[in-house]
């Protein structure tokens, strides 16, 4: 029997593995089945938001459209070149790390991820729950919609409780129902899309989109770079995650090419649709960029408000399915004690918990929070530039698993030439964004002056993607260039590198123990 002949596990068996690698007999698949995982993941109305948001960067609407494609697809391609680490290793992506910061380095830049991760889902939970709860309102006035006509409390905690028990039902079962739901959901939410975007081209003004002005070649690439950190840096530590079950040698073009495409696709389509909008109604574009699905909802007629809505919740629920999932994972790479069930029912109590305070405690809070996370932006995208440049050195070792385990195992404690280039570049990168919100705007932006802070550089993200090249770059000169990393033996902890690279890296504490055949 080939790799690619053994079978996918039951869609009702939990599954059991956790950080250690995916042994070969329960490899998979093909990179197809990537497509609908990151597509459902991002065929979102928040897309729409995405292009005016470009849009703004003082861009005509030709440009925004080439910007953000741009900028999409670079960054799609990173993740799906990540994503290649799963195949080759069997690793989720934040274990796998490991080799390039060392086992308990790795923890500094996993807890940000992991923090990043959680964040966003407890946004797209709350989002979630308010949009169901306004649908409520809209079909049943008197019980559930309040003197402004939004959802009601009580509609809110209904949708709120359902979200939160699909979402953990879906990331508990684990990757091979995962997979098949998120294939489902693709199909749908793509089609829903697409009657969306048939309604919302009558309200496109084509006679005014050529209205605005063509901006500089700086704003240019400050658009492009926009649209890079809004898509494809968040998701720089969790392409391996869906990829790890793919057989070993799973042609890496095509983990790139469906990864990348699953990305790009939706929200593309969903960019342009944003630019035009904007170009043509700034007031819409106004609105929709403070609220995507209450702006652009209203828009549409009830017949397919109703479905639609349902299906926005589906998407968001989608994105937070995969999100948890990851987040337990990387739990379970910081070392928690716990298998990867439990990690993902902890997740569930944090983001419940972080919802919850949201949605009925402090609402004014959500700025603040969501600023917080744009930050962390900074520490994920370097930690994917070094981490694609220590592909060059995992691909020469033959991608060696044991190189994740802790020192005396056949990994090391801490890397000081990844961990050095991360804090670095992180620092050069805070000093190179701006914050919205004034308390963390004091702690960022000290090497912008402050006509700079107000231009494309401070209001672009440009430090995010500055922080990213200069990590992999300090990594390369220190690695390859001045070679001061320690040989291949040292790092292997003194055994020989084959038997080392035989041996699974094991679980800790997240999966059963287990062996890969050579």
Known sequence: MSQTDHP???????????????????????????????????VSILGVSYGIYVFGVGLNAWQAVL???????????????????????GLPTLTQTRVAFGFHGNKF?????????????????????????????????????DSHGKGTTAGVVVWFV????????????????????????????????????GLMIPHIHWSRIGDAPAGSFGQFVGGMILALTLVGIGFLNYGGDFARYLPRRTPAPGVVGWTA???????????????LLVAGDPQLGSAAAADPVGALTALLPMWFFVPFSIVIVISLVAAAITGLYSSGLALLALGVPVSRVGTTVINMVVISAGAFYLLFISTSFLATFQAFLALIAVVMGTMGGIQLLD?????????????????????????????????????????????SDPNIAKAVGFLLSDDEKKGVIGTTNVGVLVAMAVGAALYALLT???????????????????????????????????RTPA
Do not use: C
């Open 8 to 42: 996918a596990p039951a869609i009702r068996q939990v599954e059991r593995n956790g950080v250690n690698p995916v042994p070969d007999g329960e490899r998979h698949g093909t990179p197809r089945s990537l497509f609908g995982v990151w597509f459902s993941w991002n």
């Open 162 to 197: 359902v979200v939160l028990l699909v979402t953990v039902t879906v990331a508990v079962l684990g990757h091979a129902v995962i997979v098949r739901v998120e294939r489902w959901i693709a199909w749908l939410t793509s089609v829903m899309t697409v009657v969306f975007i």
């Open 391 to 435: 592909f060059i050195r995992q691909r020469r070792l033959g991608w060696p698993v044991s190189q994740a385990m802790p020192a005396g195992q056949g990994g090391r404690n801490g890397r000081w030439t990844a961990l050095l280039s991360l804090l670095v570049a992180t620092v050069i990168g805070l000093g190179m964004v701006t914050s």
């Open 261 to 275: 495409g699953g990305i790009t696709l939706p929200v593309a389509v969903l960019l342009i649709l944003g630019v």
């Open 480 to 514: 390859f260039v001045l070679k001061l990393d320690p040989s291949r033996r040292t790092a292997l902890g003194g055994t020989a590198p084959a038997a080392g690279d035989r041996q699974a890296a094991g679980t800790e504490h997240g999966g059963r123990s287990t």
């Open 67 to 89: 910007a953000g494609l741009l900028g999409y697809a670079l960054s799609a391609v990173l993740v799906g070149i990540l994503a290649v680490g799963g195949p080759r290793t």
């Open 109 to 145: 830049p996993t807890f940000f991820a992991y923090l990043s991760n959680v964040g966003w889902k407890v946004t797209i939970i709350t989002l979630a729950s308010t949009t169901g709860a306004d649908l409520f309102a809209r079909l049943w006035p008197g019980a559930f919609a």
